[in-house]
C-alpha cells in the first residue's frame, strides 16, 4: 500500500455547540445563497474546476508514456494509475494544505483531498471512470480559534475500462477497479460514498476554511459560493457560512444559517445527539464551576475516550483529580498532557503546574 502514514484531511467544520454529519439527500427547498447576507463581502475570483485537475504538460507526457508501457505488458488501466503513483510519489509528504495537481506535484506535498485531486488528473488522462469515498480517521476532532474541525479524508476508487459484453443478457454487478487509500491508517473506517463533484466542493469548502482561519472573508465567501456550485445546499456549506456571517460580525445571519429548525428541514439524517469531545469539555467546566467534581469528571472521562489525543482533556481533568485531593493521578494526567500538547506556551504552563506539585511533596 503507497503513503504509509498517517493523514487527517479538515474537510468541514462547524461552530462549536451544533452537531452534525455528512448526509446522504437533502430535503428541502431552501437556499443557502438566499440566506447569505451578500452585502457584507465581495465576490472575488476563485480558481477554476479546469485548473484544479490540469497537469503540467511535461508531467501529462511523461505519465502517458509511462502508462503506454505498462499497457503493453496487459497491466490494467486502473492498476497503472496505482502504480504511477506509487513508484512517482513514494517521498510525497502530508500537509495540510488543499493544493492543485500542479501545486501538489511541485511541493510534493499535500493533504488525501489534494491527492485525489492528482488521481483524478491521471484518470482523466486515460479517460478513466472514478468515484471517491469519504473515510473518517482519528484524531477526528480539533479546535483552532472557537472552531471546532471534524477530520476526514476521501480514498479513490478508478475503474477499469468497460469490457464489451459478448452476450447482452449477463448482468455485470461489479466493475473491475483499484482503490487507492492516501495516509492509510488502522483507525480508518468507511463514512460514505463520494463523487466527482463532492471532490470539488471538498476542495473550495477546504480552501474557504483556510480562508476563515486566515480571517480573509472576502475569499472565504467566493469559495463556498464556488463549493455550493457543486453541492447545492449541503449542509457542511450552511455551517462554513454560519462561521463567515459571525466572523463578520453579523450574528443574526449566523443564527439562521445555524438555525435548529432549519436543520430539521435541510435533512432528517442531520439528527445526531452525540455531543463532541470540545462540547463536553465546556460542560465540564460548568460543571466544576458549579462545584460538581463528580460530573465534570464523567464528562471528561468520556471526551477522553472520544478523543484521547486532546492535551487540555487532562488539563481539565487534573483540577478534578486536584480538586478531589488526587495528587498522583492529577500528575499523572499533567504529565499526559504536556506529552500531547503542541504548543510550547502551553506546555510551558503545565509544566509549571507540575514543578508546583511537585514541590508541594
Known sequence: MMFYKIAVCITFLYLVGCNTTKVQQVEQQIELEQLLNHSLFNKLDTPSEYSIFELPNAEKETFLAYAEKQKQ??????????????????????????????????????????????????????????????????PVYAKENNVV???????????APKVEKKDDNI????????????????????????????????FYSNLAATALADKQLDIAYSLILQANKYTPNDPELFNIAGILHRRAGDLQSAKKLGDKELVKELTSQLVNKEKDPYELLVIAKNDLQAGHAHQAKAHLEQAITKAPYIAELYLELAKVRYQQGNIKQTQTLLEKAIELERDNQKIDVYQAKLLSLQMDK
Open 73 to 138: 505488458s496487459e497491466i490494467r488501466h486502473d492498476r497503472i494509475i496505482y502504480n504511477y503513483l506509487e513508484s512517482n510519489l513514494a517521498n510525497f509528504k502530508y500537509h495540510g494544505d488543499t493544493l492543485t495537481s500542479a501545486q501538489a506535484l511541485k511541493l510534493s506535498q499535500g493533504n488525501c483531498i489534494s491527492l485525489a485531486v492528482l488521481t483524478q488528473s491521471y484518470a482523466q488522462a486515460l479517460g478513466l471512470e472514478t468515484s471517491f469515498q469519504e473515510v473518517t480517521s482519528q
Open 149 to 159: 474541525y471534524v477530520a476526514s479524508h476521501f480514498r479513490t476508487r478508478v475503474y
Open 171 to 202: 448482468v455485470e454487478f461489479f466493475r473491475a477497479s483499484t482503490l487507492i487509500d492516501y495516509f492509510p491508517t488502522r483507525r480508518s473506517f468507511y463514512s460514505s460514498s463520494a463523487d466527482y463533484n463532492d471532490l470539488v466542493s471538498k
